[in-house]
């Protein structure tokens, strides 16, 4: 094999899944040319292959593997080589029928899509560990293997079973969390509607019952079912790590609230040795370039603010949408380049080369049916000359202004049966609460609610339905040490096994806020209430109000009319050396906005001036240098103005005082030192 320099392990990742089992090898050759024509320095293999390289129990066929592998290495491509396991053979189905997922109605789901997987099937588990041993011992020592992928997407489409076989999973997991029936009796509150269990054994999983069932039940079953998948997770990767030492092992996350809410990704973060994301454009209506950012924020703090990778996204349409509307010029460089603003080591695509058959046969692609005569083929060209212009900036991070509280397993809680309101979506408020810090060009690390705040000046809770002691110790601590923190209303309500806190709401954070809150007054359908601010302000809301009575906290904004008219709506209370807002119903934008530019003030923030709306700047920093990125969503040219003059690396043109981002455009400034 001859002599190659894989010179994309020094760059930023630039590339997508192939899946060139779908074509004939003449094609292969096409291929690499093509690849190398538009830069690309790593591709994504083998994922859904099972069936190819096991066509029999224990028949194996490597050699079609060996082949491309073979060929992307003397083309200077780097594999990121996946395991199969999301997505077994027809065969080990009909052998192992019990391996298909249970729905919580009792069907039985049938082979025919990906991820039909029953995590908790003991053949399954033993068929996956044996196909990914054979490929670490096959390819652990290949020259082009740079990366390991197991599996596919965890959680999507199907997280949780319902079987039998889940339920005798599950009570061996209730024994090592809980360790007795009385345990679990107690923390689900059982003597409720007389649903005590005697032994370990009379408890099932969560499956239909005639009306809401327990919640603390259905809560433990969605950690269950994560715990579920992560083990098996943990099982492929620790095979890998044992053949392959020092090789990267991951898997690809759906971070997005908009598309992935069954995985905990603060847990799945701590396994991983590189955190990988897929993110997609949701056409629901709102800011796209808006919840991509949120997604990238999201990623870069599930990894701890340490280098990820995009490792999915879209060149143009996708096809699983009710509508699927082709990206607009720019926009595929603009929604990777913001990616790479926030963190990630390259932009990474499904896939390569376009199907012709198959459910994904109209989802985008690098090589698109249209082929090199396209503007899809010639932005890709173009994106992966940026791309590679940009390596320098891989041992810098994104730098950070603010910080926001999130919890998956809060929101699998909030999301429960009987809540106060089904208008109130903890979704929505993070949503809304980063979409106001993204208006106002402030760039957001997410954390736990137990993480360290400290290197935050102001931290934004939007929806922490369940909060533990901990956590509302650390949030009081926070304030205490000079931290600015903004709550949201249902917050600070209940403990992790979804028992409300003793006294008066918001439980944990009644100290911290300096308030109690007596009841909550959901509104009705359509309903809003008017809300007074500082200087007479008279703004709207909606959704929801309550019955605030301060305790050391100061009215800011009070309610004009509605359930609680004449009662606090906003609060602020002094603690410590540090200040916490508190806001009680869903406020207009402009209205969040002004608390955040309160809170903000509070927090020692200056106002970002001189930016217009939908032109984003985010600063990554590091040995190599100070970056500015300025990516501009707008139909009009902006200017950007510039702390310090430097170098645009796109151009190679020199920037001082004001840089101009052309209309859809990018801008990469290496400031001067």
């Given at each position: 094999?001859?002599?190659?320099?894989?010179q994309?392990?020094?760059?930023?990742?630039?590339?997508?899944d192939y899946n060139?089992?779908q074509w004939?090898?003449?094609?292969?050759?096409e291929?690499?040319?093509?690849?190398?024509?538009a830069?690309?320095?790593?591709?994504?293999?083998?994922?859904?292959?099972w069936?190819?390289?096991?066509?029999?129990?224990?028949?194996h066929?490597?050699g079609w593997?060996?082949?491309?592998l073979?060929?992307?290495?003397d083309?200077?491509?780097?594999?990121d080589?996946?395991?199969?396991t999301v997505s077994?053979?027809?065969?080990?189905?009909?052998a192992h029928?019990?391996?298909?997922p249970?729905?919580?109605?009792?069907v039985?789901h049938?082979f025919?899509?990906?991820?039909?997987?029953?995590h908790?099937?003991?053949?399954y588990?033993?068929?996956?560990?044996?196909?990914t041993?054979?490929?670490?011992?096959?390819y652990s020592?290949?020259p082009?293997?740079?990366?390991?992928?197991v599996h596919?997407e965890?959680?999507?489409?199907?997280?949780?079973?319902?079987c039998?076989?889940?339920a005798?999973?599950?009570r061996?997991w209730?024994?090592g969390?809980h360790?007795s029936?009385?345990?679990?009796?107690?923390?689900?509150g059982?003597t409720?509607w007389?649903l005590r269990?005697?032994?370990?054994?009379?408890i099932?999983?969560?499956?239909?019952?005639?009306?809401a069932?327990n919640?603390?039940?259905?809560l433990?079953?969605?950690r269950?079912?994560?715990d579920t998948?992560?083990?098996?997770?943990?099982?492929e990767?620790?095979?890998?790590h044992?053949?392959?030492p020092?090789t990267?092992?991951t898997?690809n996350?759906?971070t997005a609230?908009?598309?992935c809410d069954?995985?905990?990704?603060?847990?799945w973060g701590?396994?991983?040795?590189?955190?990988?994301n897929?993110?997609?454009?949701?056409?629901?209506?709102?800011?796209?370039?808006?919840?991509l950012?949120m997604?990238?924020?999201?990623?870069?703090?599930v990894?701890?603010?340490?280098?990820?990778l995009?490792?999915?996204h879209s060149t143009?349409?996708v096809s699983w949408?009710?509508?699927n509307?082709a990206?607009?010029?720019g926009?595929?460089?603009?929604?990777s380049?913001?990616?790479?603003?926030?963190?990630?080591?390259?932009?990474?695509?499904?896939?390569?080369?376009?199907s012709?058959?198959?459910?994904e046969?109209f989802?985008?692609?690098?090589?698109p049916?249209?082929?090199?005569?396209?503007?899809?083929?010639?932005e890709v060209?173009r994106?992966?000359?940026?791309?590679?212009?940009?390596a320098a900036l891989?041992?810098?991070?994104t730098?950070?202004?603010?910080?926001?509280?999130?919890?998956w397993?809060?929101w699998?809680?909030q999301?429960l049966?009987?809540?106060?309101s089904?208008d109130?979506?903890?979704r929505?408020?993070?949503?809304?609460?980063?979409?106001?810090l993204?208006?106002?060009?402030?760039?957001?690390?997410?954390?736990h609610?137990?993480?360290?705040?400290?290197a935050?000046?102001?931290?934004v809770?939007?929806a922490?339905?369940?909060?533990s002691?901990?956590a509302?110790?650390?949030?009081?601590?926070?304030?205490?040490?000079?931290?600015t923190l903004?709550?949201?209303?249902?917050?600070g309500?209940?403990d992790?096994?979804?028992?409300?806190?003793?006294?008066?709401y918001?439980?944990v954070l009644?100290?911290?806020?300096g308030?109690?809150?007596?009841?909550w007054s959901?509104?009705?359908k359509?309903e809003?209430?008017?809300?007074?601010?500082?200087?007479?302000a008279q703004v709207?809301?909606?959704?929801w109000?309550?019955?605030v009575?301060?305790?050391?906290?100061?009215?800011v904004?009070?309610?004009?009319?509605g359930?609680?008219?004449?009662?606090?709506?906003v609060?602020?209370?002094?603690?410590?050396?540090?200040?916490?807002?508190?806001v009680s119903t869903?406020?207009?934008?402009?209205?969040?906005?002004?608390i955040?530019a309160g809170a903000?003030?509070?927090?020692?923030?200056a106002?970002?001036?001189?930016?217009?709306?939908?032109?984003?700047?985010?600063?990554?920093?590091?040995?190599?240098?100070?970056?500015?990125?300025a990516?501009?969503?707008t139909?009009?040219d902006?200017?950007v103005?510039?702390?310090?003059?430097?170098?645009?690396?796109l151009?190679?043109?020199?920037?001082?005082?004001?840089?101009t981002v052309p209309?859809g455009a990018?801008?990469?400034?290496?400031?001067?030192?």
């Amino acid at each position: 094999m001859p002599e190659t320099t894989h010179q994309g392990r020094g760059r930023l990742a630039f590339g997508g899944d192939y899946n060139p089992e779908q074509w004939p090898e003449s094609v292969w050759h096409e291929d690499v040319r093509l690849m190398r024509e538009a830069g690309v320095t790593m591709v994504s293999v083998g994922i859904f292959s099972w069936a190819l390289l096991e066509p029999r129990p224990g028949v194996h066929d490597f050699g079609w593997l060996d082949r491309l592998l073979d060929l992307l290495h003397d083309n200077g491509i780097d594999a990121d080589l996946g395991t199969p396991t999301v997505s077994p053979p027809a065969w080990f189905y009909r052998a192992h029928p019990d391996a298909l997922p249970v729905s919580r109605e009792g069907v039985r789901h049938a082979f025919g899509s990906r991820a039909a997987i029953c995590h908790s099937s003991p053949a399954y588990r033993e068929a996956a560990a044996a196909i990914t041993t054979r490929l670490a011992e096959r390819y652990s020592a290949h020259p082009a293997l740079a990366m390991w992928h197991v599996h596919n997407e965890y959680g999507v489409p199907v997280s949780a079973c319902y079987c039998d076989n889940c339920a005798a999973h599950f009570r061996r997991w209730l024994q090592g969390r809980h360790g007795s029936a009385e345990a679990v009796n107690d923390a689900w509150g059982t003597t409720f509607w007389g649903l005590r269990y005697g032994t370990l054994d009379e408890i099932d999983p969560p499956r239909l019952t005639p009306t809401a069932g327990n919640p603390a039940h259905q809560l433990d079953y969605r950690r269950f079912a994560d715990d579920t998948m992560r083990e098996n997770f943990r099982r492929e990767r620790d095979i890998l790590h044992r053949h392959a030492p020092g090789t990267p092992v991951t898997t690809n996350f759906m971070t997005a609230l908009s598309q992935c809410d069954t995985v905990d990704y603060w847990a799945w973060g701590r396994e991983v040795d590189l955190v990988t994301n897929d993110h997609y454009l949701m056409t629901d209506g709102r800011r796209t370039h808006v919840n991509l950012a949120m997604a990238a924020d999201l990623t870069r703090s599930v990894a701890g603010g340490a280098p990820w990778l995009l490792l999915e996204h879209s060149t143009s349409g996708v096809s699983w949408q009710p509508r699927n509307p082709a990206k607009r010029p720019g926009e595929m460089a603009r929604n990777s380049l913001a990616h790479v603003a926030r963190g990630s080591q390259g932009a990474m695509f499904f896939q390569w080369r376009q199907s012709r058959k198959g459910a994904e046969k109209f989802h985008s692609a690098m090589l698109p049916h249209a082929g090199t005569d396209s503007r899809v083929w010639r932005e890709v060209v173009r994106l992966g000359a940026d791309i590679g212009s940009l390596a320098a900036l891989k041992d810098t991070r994104t730098v950070a202004d603010v910080a926001m509280v999130w919890d998956w397993q809060s929101w699998w809680a909030q999301s429960l049966e009987w809540r106060p309101s089904e208008d109130h979506d903890a979704r929505e408020r993070a949503d809304s609460f980063y979409e106001a810090l993204y208006d106002r060009h402030l760039t957001v690390d997410f954390a736990h609610p137990e993480a360290d705040l400290s290197a935050h000046p102001m931290v934004v809770v939007p929806a922490l339905y369940l909060a533990s002691e901990e956590a509302g110790r650390n949030l009081r601590g926070y304030v205490e040490s000079g931290g600015t923190l903004v709550v949201s209303y249902f917050s600070g309500i209940v403990d992790e096994h979804d028992a409300v806190h003793p006294g008066a709401y918001p439980g944990v954070l009644r100290d911290v806020l300096g308030l109690t809150v007596e009841e909550w007054s959901p509104l009705g359908k359509g309903e809003s209430v008017g809300v007074t601010g500082p200087g007479r302000a008279q703004v709207t809301a909606d959704v929801w109000t309550e019955f605030v009575v301060p305790r050391g906290a100061e009215t800011v904004w009070t309610y004009d009319d509605g359930p609680a008219a004449g009662g606090p709506a906003v609060t602020r209370h002094r603690l410590g050396r540090g200040t916490a807002w508190y806001v009680s119903t869903r406020l207009d934008p402009a209205a969040l906005d002004t608390i955040l530019a309160g809170a903000g003030e509070d927090a020692g923030i200056a106002p970002r001036t001189g930016l217009p709306r939908d032109v984003e700047v985010v600063r990554r920093a590091g040995r190599s240098g100070d970056y500015l990125f300025a990516i501009n969503h707008t139909e009009h040219d902006a200017k950007v103005p510039l702390e310090a003059p430097g170098t645009e690396l796109l151009g190679g043109e020199r920037a001082a005082g004001q840089l101009t981002v052309p209309a859809g455009a990018v801008r990469v400034v290496l400031l001067d030192a």
